[in-house]
């Protein structure tokens, strides 16, 4: 093999190689940074372009379609001092290159740390019902928090979510005691007002039977005032017939206490026998 062969095959070498350096084909959804001699020179869009090998470089290769960074769960301190769960998930979207790669080192932990570092300050500030119902407060809040920031780094914030939302595991113990001891409550007081109620309605039947009892007791004594009346006004000044329904009734009585399951001794007075011929003699006069 010649030196003239040699020469002219590394020469074409070199040519492929300087081809290879200078032309560059981006994709569609990206942009690239070019830093000619260690200094930002220009940005290439999607397409066939064309740079100066050796003295250009592609330093920086951005995607400018949505990006999708996924905040990692962390523990909260609430106001009233509980601990809670939750992480979030931010669509991002590049919308100033030069910013991106130039204003912060790493754009992506960048917005990732700014994120949990607010959430921490949002939901601080928040009681533990307060936070974990109020989702769509606390999303609205943290857009707003981070969309400055986020413009100076050459980003636009478009969404951030907040995937989960929960108490740790020794809130969910404590709220699960507490809620039990609450329905606990709440069927004790439950009780307490039926049996308040009973002995309200027993108060007011024995009331009611007390009432009634004693209108009964004034229309009898008013039922035998009306009789003792009427007898005295039919009887006049003899008194026999009254005698007579005396003597029956008293008659009557003795039968009944006699027959009586509970009497066990009957004990009759000893001028009975002269009390009742006495009545009745008195009639037969």
Request: hydrophobic share 45%; proline share 3%; net charge neutral.
């Amino acid at each position: 093999m010649s030196p003239e062969f040699i020469v002219v095959l590394a020469f074409l070498a070199f040519v492929v190689i300087t081809l290879a350096k200078g032309v560059r084909i981006v994709p569609q959804g990206e942009e690239w940074i070019v830093e000619r001699v260690g200094k930002y020179f220009g940005t290439l869009l999607p397409g066939l372009r064309i740079i100066i090998p050796y003295l250009d470089r592609v330093a920086y290769k951005l995607v400018t379609k949505d990006i999708i960074l996924d905040v990692q769960e962390q523990e909260i301190i609430t106001r009233d001092n509980a601990v809670i769960l939750t992480n979030a998930i931010a669509f991002i979207k590049v919308t100033d290159p030069i910013k991106a790669v130039y204003g912060v080192t790493d754009f992506s932990e960048a917005i990732r740390n700014m994120i949990m570092t607010t959430l921490r300050s949002i939901i601080g500030e928040m009681d533990l019902d307060q936070a974990l119902s109020g989702r769509d407060k606390i999303k609205v809040r943290l857009k707003e928090s981070i969309a400055d920031e986020a413009i100076d780094w050459g980003l636009t914030v478009k969404s951030v979510e907040i995937q989960d939302i929960r108490p740790s595991q020794s809130m969910q113990r404590a709220m699960e005691l507490q809620a039990s001891a609450e329905r606990e409550r709440k069927a004790m007081v439950t009780k307490a007002e039926g049996e308040k109620q009973s002995v309200i309605l027993q108060a007011e039947g024995r009331l009611e039977s007390a009432r009634r009892d004693a209108e009964a007791q004034v229309t009898l004594a008013d039922s035998s005032s009306q009789a003792i009346a009427r007898l005295s006004a039919a009887l006049g000044t003899n008194d026999t017939p009254m005698l007579y329904l005396l003597g029956e009734k008293y008659i009557a009585a003795l039968g009944k206490l006699s027959q009586s399951e509970n009497a066990k001794l009957v004990v009759l007075p000893a001028d009975l026998q002269e009390a009742v011929r006495g009545i009745m003699g008195r009639f037969k006069a």
